[in-house]
Antibody
């Protein structure tokens, strides 16, 4: 069974940092692009970042560029999102998602981890 | 930047056909996909590459994409289909979601 499990969310002060992890199982992780998508409370889905299968090509939404870094460890079947200079508007549930065919759609999602940025 | 526009809400009677639209400039030149999200749950892919259905998604879900509009159609809508639906496309190596449509089955 394909499974994605996020962890690392929590409460952080504005300007702080946090690292999210997403552990994958049930598929050949190193063959797939991976993404992070977030959803603020009561709001819609917003794409955050993507890494290719090797981790040597990454892209970011303008709203997080320069503050967030996506990375992956294919030996550990894990993708990460390092978040720094966090702002109140970064408060959201963060989902990791598998790219269905390296084609910019998401065929499997984790359960999400909540990040709250507040003093 | 590229934008996708969805109606905030759509209502349908059980057993009838629901259509949810997603508009964007020359959207028909891109691939569109659709996600269903029920309260408290993660999104689920229901249509990808305009009209392809993932395994496990019922046949009553279908999609089309032409011109400036992609459409998700649910035939014989059931109460379990009540959810938020999001369209999605990609442009210039970034992903864009529509604002979401709340489908009410009443």
């Amino acid at each position: 069974e394909v499974q994605l499990v996020e962890s690392g969310g929590g409460l952080v002060q504005p300007g702080g940092s946090l690292r999210l992890s997403c552990a994958a199982s049930g598929f050949s992780f190193s063959s797939y692009w991976m993404h992070w998508v977030r959803q603020a409370p009561g709001k819609g889905l917003v794409w955050v970042s993507r890494t290719n299968s090797d981790g040597n090509s990454t892209t970011y939404a303008d709203s997080v560029k320069g503050r967030f870094t996506i990375s992956r460890d294919n030996a550990k079947n894990t993708v990460y999102l390092q978040m720094s200079s966090l702002r109140a508007e970064d408060t959201a549930v963060y989902y990791c998602a598998r790219d269905g065919g390296n084609s910019w759609y998401f065929d499997c999602w984790g359960q999400g981890t909540l990040v709250t940025v507040s003093s | 930047s590229y934008e996708l526009t969805q109606p905030p809400s759509v209502s349908v009677s059980p057993g009838q056909t629901a259509s949810i639209t997603c508009s964007g400039d020359k959207l028909g030149d891109k691939y569109a996909c659709w996600y269903q999200q029920k309260p408290g749950q993660s999104p689920v892919l229901v249509i990808y590459q305009d009209n392809r259905r993932p395994s496990g998604i019922p046949g009553r879900f279908s999609g089309s994409n032409s011109g400036n509009t992609a459409t998700l159609t649910i035939s014989g809508t059931q109460a379990m289909d009540e959810a938020d639906y999001y369209c999605q496309a990609w442009d210039s190596s970034t992903v864009i979601f529509g604002g979401g449509t709340k489908l009410t089955v009443l």
